[in-house]
């Protein structure tokens, strides 16, 4: 499995790394730990990225100076992240790297160059302007990536307690998906999962009083919506039934934002899986990764979103 970690050494970031000891990931891997440096550098032709390191180089003017600092800041952080990585996963191949500018996109850029399976980030980051404006590095990273995306918030908990997790469904190839990713880990004893659809039956109506047919019709699409749900949840139960996961279903009427968030709060979860059906069109990535950026802006828990 290839892992990309965005880290900027906040405490969001640190908890990013945390958090990946109960996101069931296998125990050999392949990580890169990428840190980028928010700096501005002149045309490609007065720098390089070094192969291997990709450490960034800027000329030794003084005016550069300062982007200097700020470069080897970030490879210092990366080499820090990548050490810790290495304790909690001795046998992952753990590196680690740096590159310049925008956080967001430079993130984007490397998961679309090297094509992980998993690109994880903090929830936020150092900039107090990022946890302000909705673009934050987080939100794009969500709505932009082509891989699946895990936007990771440590909680406070006992050692060794069971891991527990949400999983939307809607019926769609991306809600599947979430369930077959959570199936193929490998999950703690009594971790257990919640699967829940949000439904939103069609009420009677004034008009139903007058017309009986109309009332008639509401009926019978609710009660086709309804199986549709059985067949939804019956089919995700038998995905993970070979998982080792204490699995409860709840069906809940409202919005599947608001619902899976209150849901993960009762439930106590751990991370809210939710799918997403990935295309190589940015502005389709872009209406498509709404949903998902607005649990991740308002979920308590960490939030994978997964293509």
Known sequence: MKIL?????S????????????????????????SVAE???????????????????????????????KAQSALTQAHQAQQRLQINFPKWQVSAEVAAGSPAWEIVARADEWKPALLVVGSHGRSALGRFVLGSVAQRVVTEARCSVRVARGRVEEPNTPVRLIVG????????????????????????????????????TIMGQVIPAITSA??????????????ILERAQG?????????????????PKQVLIAEAEEFAADCIFVGSTGTSNRLERFVMGSVAASIVGRAHCSVEVVR
């Open 5 to 9: 970690i965005g880290y900027d050494g």
């Open 11 to 34: 405490d969001c970031a640190e908890a990013a790394l945390d958090d990946l000891t109960r996101a069931g990931l296998p125990s050999r891997a392949e990580a890169i730990v990428l």
């Open 39 to 69: 700096i501005w550098l002149p045309p490609p032709s007065s720098y390089e990225f070094l192969e291997g390191t990709r450490e960034v180089q800027i000329p030794d003017e003084p005016v550069y100076a300062k982007a200097k600092a």
């Open 169 to 204: 469904l809607d019926g769609s190839l991306g809600s599947e998906t979430a369930v077959r990713e959570v199936a193929r880990r490998s999950w703690g004893n009594n971790s257990a999962v919640r699967l829940i659809v949000a439904s939103d039956p069609i009420p009677a």
């Open 218 to 231: 509401i009926n019978e699409s609710n009660r086709v919506d309804n199986v549709r749900i059985e067949t």
């Open 239 to 255: 995905i993970l039934k070979t998982s080792g996961l204490a699995v409860t279903t709840k069906v809940e009427s409202g919005d």
